[in-house]
T-cell receptor, first 113, second 114 residues
Framework: GNSVTQMEGPVTLSEEAFLTINCTYT??????LFWYVQYPGEGLQLLLK?????DKGSNKGFEATYRKETTSFHLEKGSVQVSDSAVYFC????????????FGSGTRLQVQP | NAGVTQTPKFQVLKTGQSMTLQCAQD?????MSWYRQDPGMGLRLIHY???????DQGEVPNGYNVSRSTTEDFPLRLLSAAPSQTSVYFC?????????????FGNGTRLTVT
């Protein structure tokens, strides 16, 4: 079945530091890949997505590239802000079956001023 | 623009009680789903629906029922609450069931079963 593995947190960074959160996946075919962000007390919000190999999703300074050869979709940001503190979830949506999102376990990011 | 609306935001139940978590969306989305979020486990699919009158089980369906009588509403029923159902529940919808369609989430219902 489908699965998503992402690095455990928490990740603690100083403001303006570079961020990488690793995400790898296992899936049949060519799923679409997503990053969601969850701020405290809120639901999940779509951060970015990529729907085919070599696509780069980007939003709010965050980027992730769909790498079919390494089955990865790592999230990066060049300069984090305190307001980026949240939990980040990598997810995939498969091409068959339930068409549900399969989530990683989430990575908590804490950015210190 | 309401999006996906969940009620209530918080609920405390005693073991054995039943209740319904409400979910409504105003985006005319065909696909709706329920997830539960537990620490360290990400989100797990409980039930989903690809359209009015059609529902199916997800990864962890036991102890929950759903129905989809309208496109807008997708309530989740706990038949006899158990402490293992203490969790945060999220409803999510998308325009289609295709892999390219992102899910839109409600703000969640935090349920505690004592």
């Amino acid at each position: 079945g489908n699965s998503v593995t992402q690095m455990e947190g928490p990740v603690t960074l100083s403001e303006e530091a570079f961020l990488t959160i690793n995400c790898t996946y296992t899936a049949t075919g060519y799923p679409s890949l997503f990053w969601y962000v969850q701020y405290p007390g809120e639901g999940l919000q779509l951060l970015l997505k990529a729907t085919k190999a070599d696509d780069k999703g980007s939003n709010k300074g965050f980027e992730a590239t769909y790498r079919k050869e390494t089955t990865s979709f790592h999230l990066e940001k060049g300069s984090v802000q305190v307001s980026d503190s949240a939990v980040y979830f990598c997810a995939l949506r498969g091409v068959t079956g339930r068409r549900a999102l399969t989530f990683g376990s989430g990575t908590r990011l804490q950015v210190q001023p | 623009n309401a999006g996906v609306t969940q009620t209530p935001k918080f609920q405390v139940l005693k073991t054995g009680q039943s209740m319904t978590l409400q979910c409504a969306q105003d985006m005319n989305h065909e696909y709706m789903s329920w997830y539960r979020q537990d620490p360290g486990m990400g989100l797990r699919l409980i039930h989903y629906s690809v359209g009015a009158g059609i529902t199916d089980q997800g990864e962890v369906p036991n102890g929950y029922n759903v129905s989809r009588s309208t496109t807008e509403d997708f309530p989740l029923r706990l038949l006899s609450a158990a402490p293992s159902q203490t969790s945060v529940y999220f409803c999510a919808s998308s325009y289609g069931a295709g892999e390219k369609s992102p899910l839109h989430f409600g703000n969640g219902t935090r349920l505690t079963v004592t």
